[in-house]
């Protein structure tokens, strides 16, 4: 379903969250949920969960989005980080089901020079022990830019670990925009293109959420810098035309662009002008 958020701080609590969507006339957002460089996570507080659980009932807010810290890497050559990432992923996973029905993004990882086949088969494996029959929580593999030993610079990385997930029903994507458009993906002059590809290599129906940020660099150049909207490398128009395409328009879309909460409030407003609603 279509909503529009950004990224918030967590640092207030669930409810803070949700109190600071609304004013930012935000009907979804995204939040680490736990520091973002790595590190424990706080206690969970069962009446601030309620208490979002309320605001996003009371106004309609069909989804939120957690994101994995950037620590998380289940595939690092160091076997001792890719245990820390998998007890991280578990214990975030448990506790996302406090929201039913929500979705917990994460990068894939990077190899570290073990090779990306490797790094692929790490991925699924780590997936297959955290994931189970019972969650109602949808996973989200992130595309990526594709900057050093990063899998999921290309469709077909995010493809391969799918069809290797036993609960892949549950594994769905979050296409970031300035990580394909930086990975090489021409979605500037043939967003098309981009989507039939998208469509043939993972699937459409697996599309869940979309990360729309312009982008600092050029195409192609695995670089991974957000960039406001509409003053960047992608630019306004082609932005437009991601959030009104009939394939992408009903998604759920979360700014990650570097802005204070002004900023923010006013490139979802954006959102919604285009859009039409
Ligand atoms: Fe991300
Ligand atoms: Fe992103
Ligand atoms: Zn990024």
């Known amino acids: 379903m279509f909503a529009a958020g950004c990224h918030l701080s967590a640092a207030k609590g669930y409810a803070a969250m949700g109190r600071e969507a609304l004013k930012l006339g935000a009907d979804t ?19 601030d969960a309620a208490k979002l659980r309320d605001i996003m009932a009371e106004n309609g807010f069909p989804v939120i989005l957690a994101h994995a810290p950037y620590t998380m890497n289940l ?15 578990e214990e975030d996973l448990q506790r996302m089901e406090l929201f039913s029905g929500s979705m917990y993004n994460f990068h894939p990882g990077s190899h ?21 029959d019972d969650m109602t929580v949808t ?17 077909g990385e995010l493809a391969e670990i799918r069809s290797r997930a036993v609960h892949r029903e549950k594994l769905g994507v979050c296409l970031d925009t300035c990580h394909v458009h930086d990975a090489g993906y021409d979605i500037v002059h043939d967003l ?14 697996h599309l869940k959420a979309v990360h729309i940020n312009d982008s600092k660099n050029p195409a192609g150049s ?15 128009e ?19 662009t570097p802005n204070d909460s002004e900023g923010y409030a006013r490139e979802i407003a954006t959102i919604r002008q285009w859009r039409g609603k």
Do not use: W, Y
């Open 192 to 205: 098309d293109g981009v989507l039939t590809e998208f469509d043939r290599i993972i699937g459409l129906e």
């Open 139 to 155: 996973v989200l593999l992130e595309t990526m830019a594709g900057k050093g030993s990063e899998i999921g610079g290309n469709f």
């Open 238 to 256: 082609a932005l437009r035309r991601i959030v009104t395409h009939p394939v992408l328009r009903d998604l759920p879309f979360f700014l990650e």
């Open 29 to 47: 957002f995204q939040f680490f949920t736990r520091n973002p460089r790595g590190g424990r996570a706080k206690a969970v507080d069962e009446e």
């Open 222 to 236: 695995h670089k991974d810098r957000h960039e406001k909207l509409g003053e960047g490398t992608i630019g306004t």
């Open 112 to 132: 570290t020079g073990q090779g990306t086949e490797k790094g692929i088969e790490e991925i699924a494996e780590a997936l297959n022990q955290v994931m189970n």
């Open 75 to 89: 595939c690092s050559a160091k076997e001792d980080i890719r245990t820390f990432g998998r007890g991280m992923m």
